[in-house]
């Protein structure tokens, strides 16, 4: 059977964001707390002009091309902070990316996990339709509230993929395990632009997960830790990631676990940078790896978990292809890196100025230098513009 993959893969995140130091003294907490115990130092904010569907549109632009524009016959797009209870956010996509008519274009939802349900279905999908390409997009903003205790564990942003046959990126395996049970650790009631989640124990089903999900894929499949090359997780906060990655490093062979955990620091670098993009988050780690490790090589595997909350897990595993590392990375460093640092209280009034429940409201799209911005709602329709 041929192999199919990740070809491209990009990111967009917003031109803002707000040191986690800053608001650990907002919030009269230790910084360490912030910077240690949860392993982030910068968080993404999201201005008012960009939603789920316009930092969608400036992640998968830059991916899209005159080879592949005729050849995408499906739009996936993965989201739980989506903008409509009907109409699917990539049907917007289409549009803005000049994509042509004969696609089918749907949206996906599990919390953090529907972009992994949105890979195996696109492989199974390619499987049989050969020629043809899949646009895979998860974009969110994760958002807790001013002064609760998820505040610290917000971001938001895009990652977009194109998958095919004979990728240049990475093969997915046959390789995977999945579980999922109705849990309340987290959920966003339809009523709320702000999640509930029962923090600690969402960290504990998530762990959870983990440990049952790794165990029995190395009992079925005769793995274990030295079989893969890097492991990458969902990062809600890094630090979670790294507390299940100690539970499957090697006890008996320091060598490996060193590289591990050095792959893994490559792994975490852009989402201590961003914060939780919540279904993009483990395709970002993934990004962070591929452009920041220098000792990966076309064939390895990478061990991925997903992880959505409500709950779902799988843990699968894909291997490197030829051309791995892509042009664009150098371009998404440079995005991270060029943001405005802004104060906790201009972070405080970006936050209260969200869209929520206007029915008519025109944004202020000229200080927002994005190419796809939200522009705002006439009669009850969201607007978008390309700058
Ligand atoms: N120096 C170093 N470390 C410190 C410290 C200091 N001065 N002070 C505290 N810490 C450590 C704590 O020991 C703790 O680490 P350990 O768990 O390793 O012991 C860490 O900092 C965090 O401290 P707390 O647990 O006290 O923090 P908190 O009560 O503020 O809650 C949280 C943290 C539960 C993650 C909260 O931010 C939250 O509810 N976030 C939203 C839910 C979430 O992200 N859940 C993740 C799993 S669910 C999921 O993955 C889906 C999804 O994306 C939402």
Known sequence: MNKIGIDKINFFTPH????????????KEDPDKYLIGL????MAVIPNTQDTISMAANAADKIINEDNRDKIKLIIFATESGVDNSKSAGVYIQRLLNLPPDIRVIELKEACYAATAGIQLAKDYLSNHSEEQVLLIASDIARYGLNTPGETTQGG???????????QIATISEETKYVSQDLMDFWRPLYSDIAYADGHYSTKVY??????????FCKEYNENINDFKAMIFHLPFTKLGLKALRLALPTDNDDKKEQLLNDFECARLWNKQIGNLYTGSVYLSLISLLANSSDLHSNDAIGIYSYGSGA??????????????????????KMIDNRTIISVDEYEKIFNSTVTTEKNIQLDIDKDP????????KNEQRQYTKH
């Open 16 to 27: 803002l964001a707000l040191n986690m130091k800053e608001l650990a003294e907002a919030r």
């Open 39 to 42: 392993g982030q130092e910068i």
């Open 157 to 167: 942003g895009s990652v977009a993929m194109i998958l095919k046959e004979n990728p």
């Open 207 to 216: 762990l959870e997960f983990f440990k049952y999900l790794w165990k029995e």
């Open 312 to 333: 779902e897990g799988e843990f699968y595993k894909i291997n490197l292809a030829n051309n791995f590392k892509q042009d664009n990375f150098k371009a998404i460093k």
């Open 370 to 377: 994005a190419k796809f911005v939200f522009a705002g709602i």
